[in-house]
């Protein structure tokens, strides 16, 4: 699936109205950061299909998958906040520069919160905190364990494996065999074990599945 999908099934049967209302208020905004960052935009059509596989597998009710694939959608949407010698820059950001780049998370509760569309509320906290790790060592909060919205714990999982798995101007992408190994030593640390564990049973059937050497 990708963010060009009918908002009927982003939003998913059941669901809820709202979700596709807000997923059609903000569709714009997704077109134009794809024009300031290709990648960004391929990027989040890619961790909205992983994260809809993990929701599904998880169990989460028609509600939450609603929250999780509009969250999913725009998970990166605060980017569009982000000066272009930060977002494009095509060597490895310096601390400062890296610390400009964190602000994506709170500019993107922002974006959505300011549709006042009823749901957005549910959407903007799980945008917000999809950057948090399960050991309290993320941000923006610094939240830890089951604090951190489910939803956002299954984005910053598919988020991860994605961000490895491409070549970008900074970095050669990684093959799935050292992704999974990086990512299995964070189990308990940067993601919540169980949903990481449905999660590396998921990617070795996944079309998205990173290509070995």
Known sequence: MTLES????????????????????????SVALGYRDRYTRLHSDRVLALSQQIGIRAGLSERELGVLRIGASFHDIGK?????????????LDQTEADEMKKHS??????ILSTEIHGAEDVAR??????ENFDGMGYP???AGESIPVCSRIIGIADS?????????YHLARSHREIVEI??????????????????????ESDYRAVEP
């Open 6 to 29: 009918d908002s009927d099934a982003v939003g998913g049967p059941g669901a809820g109205s709202q979700y596709r209302t807000l997923y059609r208020y903000t569709k714009a905004l």
């Open 161 to 169: 494996y994605d961000a490895m798995a491409l070549t970008r101007s």
């Open 183 to 204: 990512m299995s030593g964070e189990s308990g640390r940067k993601h919540d074990r169980d949903l990481l564990r449905l999660f590396l049973e998921i990617i070795e």
């Open 106 to 111: 709170e500019l993107g509760e922002n974006i």
């Open 80 to 92: 569009i906040g982000i000066p272009d010698h930060v977002l494009l820059k095509p060597t490895q």
């Open 141 to 143: 909060d610094g939240l």
């Open 126 to 131: 799980v945008i917000r905190r999809h950057h």
